[in-house]
């Protein structure tokens, strides 16, 4: 049995220790996540993205420049066709007809060759500034301290990662491309139209705000619903994510098609909320290009009038025709693509949001260096520490407590007694509202956390494993361990035979989470983790309650021999694992209650005394 009771840590403490079933509840709690997304009212949230375009900008300027020369390209285009109606045409020349046709084939060549160079140089900005983004978002959300996911669900922040950076992506590599070449190409369009024919541009231009209005009203609806429809899906993939994590227990239970079900009316839900954007965008669309192509079709009809009367020449006509639908075309792609930029806006919000979080854990601005070598002295003063999301429950009440170095202190007591946040402090993944924890001398607050914890080892009760190979598992503790120290890891912890018993050695995938294994198995593992780590402290967190009672002897010697020279604590319910610690603690409340050896603690009649007799029976005594 472990020690982690609910009252000491909760399913988020579970959470943040990576622990399996961290999926509980967690599609309710994506729900609420949802709930308090802020919604982008404004594109500026896009400017967080400009620090990740610069680092390519060379990407950036070809893009741009092929850009300008397709959309120059296309509207030479109309040009040349103009030349070819009244030059060719109309002058009836075969030979002057094949020199402007020439012309125009050329122009076309121009276009095709710039739109391709435009279309690479863009993509590959978009994949780079997607690719940057996505860094800096993992590595800094590994930076965050477990407080940070009291407030924010890891399902959240998978969507940050996964959903809404793809909205970014899809920015940045087509939609943001699309829409300046359209604004360029309508600003060109408008250009010569007031060349070709000043009157008819001027009742072009009064179409303008005609098209505007319905697209940014519509646009802020579309937006609305954009945010709705990603929350939705949110919910759908938290659901998934819950009920893959638990899949035996959905199976043992028998509740394959209630959780299909639940999962289909979540994605319905979703489907529902994409249906109505899509509706809401398709009306605006219709309506932005009706009432340009409406206009369009008056000016067209007073310009054949206007060439009739010989006021205006055919070949100005075709040309001002290809630039009023280039134009219309171009409002009309602006109109479709604003609700891209929106939802986009409003992805990007949520991803500079997790940005710009600040771990509350962090080293100060001149961090005070630990001494070398390492000497493993530990000492609580008088501690008080309640979680953040429970400040009126004290999970540690003035704990005083000095461990020497090479000691082994055994953290015994009842569940929610405070043991297991006494690790959680001495790891520094939370600081004290009251009193100071040293290391050596130093105070965790005023040194670097990573070269805190760069002296410990832990291994917990459920301690994670990941995808990859035995080998993997191990150097996780320490990369740039070699074979021989692996093997040798794995053999202090009874390991070895087993690995060396896979089909491929220590080279074997052990699967997600290393489900192929049982889970003495991972145990194991888990210790020769930590032992080839090689820190002058270890923590250990009920660290052979996994394991049968043969296995546990074997594990345990190995353990009491890697023990020799360092400073060790232990937390276990089974008193028959810490009878040979230096000193057991009895915890209580958060405080210490009583310490001593175990013949001491039996003959005193406190609390150990009523926990070994529990245990022991009367041969406690």
């Not at 001593?596 to 070994?612: D, F, M, S």
Request: with cysteine; charged share 20%; net charge neutral.
């Amino acid at each position: 049995m472990t020690d982690i009771s609910i009252s000491e840590t909760s399913s988020t403490e579970s959470q943040i220790d990576g622990r399996p079933g961290q999926g509980a509840a967690l599609a309710s709690q994506i729900s609420e996540a949802a709930a308090r997304r802020p919604k982008g009212k404004t594109i500026r949230p896009l400017g967080h993205i400009l620090p990740f375009i610069a680092a390519h900008r060379l990407d950036a300027l070809c893009a741009f420049f092929f850009l300008l020369v397709s959309t120059s390209a296309t509207l030479g285009l109309t040009g040349a066709v103009r030349i070819v109606v009244d030059h060719g045409f109309v002058q009836g020349s075969p030979e002057a007809l094949n020199r402007y046709f020439l012309i125009m084939v050329a122009v076309a060549l121009g276009l095709a060759a710039a739109s391709a160079l435009r279309f690479f140089f863009i993509t590959k900005l978009g994949e780079a500034v997607v690719a940057d983004l996505r860094k800096a978002v993992y590595a800094h959300t590994l930076t965050l301290d477990p407080a940070y996911f009291l407030k924010t669900r890891t399902g959240e922040v998978l969507s940050r990662l996964t959903t809404d950076i793809t909205i970014v992506e899809n920015l940045v590599g087509s939609s943001a491309s699309i829409a300046l070449r359209n604004f360029l190409s309508l600003i060109g369009a408008l250009a010569l139209l007031f060349v070709v024919s000043p009157k008819l541009a001027g009742l072009i231009i009064l179409l303008v705000p005609m098209v505007v209005a319905p697209m940014f009203l519509f646009g802020r609806r579309v937006r609305k619903l954009s945010a709705s429809a990603q929350d939705r899906f949110a919910d759908a993939v938290g659901f998934a994510g819950e009920s893959l994590d638990a899949l035996d227990t959905v199976q043992a239970f028998g509740r394959e098609k209630s959780a299909g079900q639940r999962f289909g009316q979540s994605v319905d839900i979703a489907f529902k909320a994409s249906l109505a954007r899509i509706q809401a965008r398709a009306i605006m669309t219709a309506l932005v290009i009706g009432l340009v192509f409406g206009g369009v079709a008056v000016v067209l009809w007073l310009g054949a009038h206007a060439v009739i009367m010989g006021t205006m020449t055919g070949g100005a006509l075709v040309q001002f025709l290809f630039l009023s639908v280039m134009a219309a075309g171009s409002v009309g792609a602006l109109g479709e693509v604003w609700g891209d930029v929106q939802k986009a806006s409003g992805a990007m919000e949520r991803i500079s949001e997790l940005l710009s979080a600040k771990p509350a854990i962090a080293a100060p601005a001149l961090p005070k260096a630990l001494p070398v070598p390492a000497q493993g002295s530990v000492e609580f003063d008088k501690v008080s520490f309640a979680y953040p999301g429970r400040p009126d429950l004290q999970a540690l009440n003035g704990l005083s407590l000095s461990i020497r170095p090479g000691e082994t202190v055994a953290l015994v007591g009842p569940s929610g007694a405070g043991k297991s946040t006494v690790l959680r402090l001495l790891l520094r993944f939370y600081d004290p509202q009251a009193g100071s924890i040293r290391l050596d001398g130093i105070d965790l607050r005023d040194a670097d956390p990573a070269e805190v914890r760069a002296r410990m080892a832990l291994v917990a009760q459920d301690a994670p494993l990941f995808s990859g190979s035995a080998l993997d598992n191990i150097r996780f503790g320490r990369e740039e361990a070699d074979l021989e120290a692996v093997q040798a890891a794995a053999r202090a912890a009874e390991a070895d035979g087993f690995i060396r018993a896979l089909p491929e050695g220590y080279d074997t995938g052990v699967g997600e989470r290393a489900k192929t294994l049982s889970g003495g198995q991972k145990q194991r593992l888990a210790i020769a983790r930590a032992l080839v780590r090689n820190a002058p402290i270890l923590l250990l967190d009920e660290a052979t309650s996994a394991l049968d009672a043969e296995n546990e002897r074997l594990v345990q010697q190995a353990l009491h021999d890697a023990m020799t020279g360092r400073t060790t604590l232990v937390i276990a319910h089974r008193l028959a694992t810490v009878l040979r610690a230096d000193r057991i603690v009895v915890m209580d409340a958060g405080r210490v209650v009583e310490q001593g050896t175990h013949a001491a603690l039996v003959a005193k009649g406190g609390l150990y005394a009523h926990l070994a007799k529990l245990q022991f029976g009367d041969e406690a005594a």
